[in-house]
């Protein structure tokens, strides 16, 4: 049950907990929906290269059939493996596992069939050339324009990204010594420290996620009740996890020069713009 319902998160299912009174810890119920996305690109990767086999094995046009297959059998695993998977403490939907984790297949067979055919003629038999060329002129300039600026946003969203993977690094090289702590105190050997180590590798993109939503002013929560942005911390009791203790503790106004970052990226956007 825990591995399937590991591989359910990864997918994007979140978990509802109901979890009684154990010993000294108290009753735990809601929802866990913190995705590790760092694990998702495993079966994106493999998702990825099914796409591309899928490509060099249909026909010009036929590609969505496969692609509809394996959706409809992925569907299928997932729904079994929920079913499998609900116990006492943690349960999923089996409505949502048959319809959440097809993000995960659609994205990585249709990167990968792109990626091996290189058109979209030989994916879905339409010729976009040949689609453009019915419009005028003006619209087909309007069409680049607008093209542009799409890139353009996703230029600033990727100098974002580096921004909030640099305040990450600086965050957790700062409360370095509050990591190793945590740690130290959960004792967990060598065969549990690896584990742990590999989850946290597993949720890096998430707090480079959470950096950069912090540096943009909108902070961010870990759950009910807690509050992390730019006036202040406000995280209440966190589960041990040792890289819970690199969460920023900024002050008003000093956090306010993280706004530097995000001001930068849509700067670089701004450029790349203007030069394209």
Known sequence: PVAGHTWLLVHGLPLAMDIPTQGAFSAISGTMSLIPLGLTLIP????????RRLARASYEGQFWQPLLGGMGAYALVTVAISALSTGDYFATSPVFAALIPLWVVALG???????????LAAMI?????????KFSQYSRWAGSYIWAAVRAALVSVLALGAGGALLLAL????????VIALYQTLRAGAVGGTALTL???GLIPNFVIYAMAWSSGAGFALGTGTSIDLTGTDAGV???????GALPHAS???GLLALVVPVAAGAVGGWWFFRE
Not at 109 to 119: D, N
């Open 125 to 133: 038999g339409v010729n976009a050339a040949d689609w453009v060329k």
């Open 171 to 178: 965050t957790v090289f700062w409360h370095w010594d509050d």
């Open 109 to 119: 067979v249709l990167a990968g069939g792109y990626a091996e055919s290189g058109s």
């Open 44 to 51: 994106l990767a493999l998702c990825y290269r099914s796409g």
């Open 199 to 201: 989850l946290q590798l």
């Open 252 to 254: 008003y106004p000093l």
């Open 238 to 244: 966190m589960p041990a996890l040792p890289i819970l």
